[in-house]
């Protein structure tokens, strides 16, 4: 086994840091954190357009970052290794943000019961009838 380089190590340890560096991927892995998330549930907690995110999370698939089940219609996205959650809350300390900050915004739930009308019309209509 031929050893390898300090630049071909540092290679593979910067991909994963690249795939993560934008703003809009860290804000993406924070609504995924600890649990998992459909694309409608990232539209509902991001605001953002479907096709807006439907991008990111392609280019952290192919990152190897993200791993994803099917469920009928949806698609659920989950992290392939929660440690990145650390390595975001470590920058957030660097930056100067408190690590209670980032943790406050991790999504930690194992299977959202996502609310927006995409994934739980039955649930909006009930409501809608409670409201009444």
Request: proline content about 5%; aromatic content about 4%.
């Amino acid at each position: 086994m031929k050893k390898q380089t300090i630049p071909q190590i540092s290679e593979q340890i910067a991909a994963p840091l690249t795939a993560i560096a934008s703003p809009q991927r860290i804000a993406i892995l924070l609504a995924i954190g600890t649990g998992e998330a459909c694309v409608c549930h990232l539209e509902t907690a991001l605001g953002w357009r479907q096709a807006y995110i439907s991008q990111h999370l392609m280019a952290l698939r192919k990152a190897d970052i993200l791993q994803d089940r099917r469920e009928g219609r949806y698609v659920f996205y989950r992290l392939k290794h929660a440690s990145l959650l650390d390595l975001i809350t470590a920058s957030a300390r660097l930056s100067g943000l408190s690590a209670e900050t980032v943790s406050a915004l991790i999504n930690t739930r194992v299977n959202p019961s996502c609310e927006c009308p995409q994934c739980s019309p039955a649930l909006i209509s009930v409501e809608s009838l409670k409201a009444a």
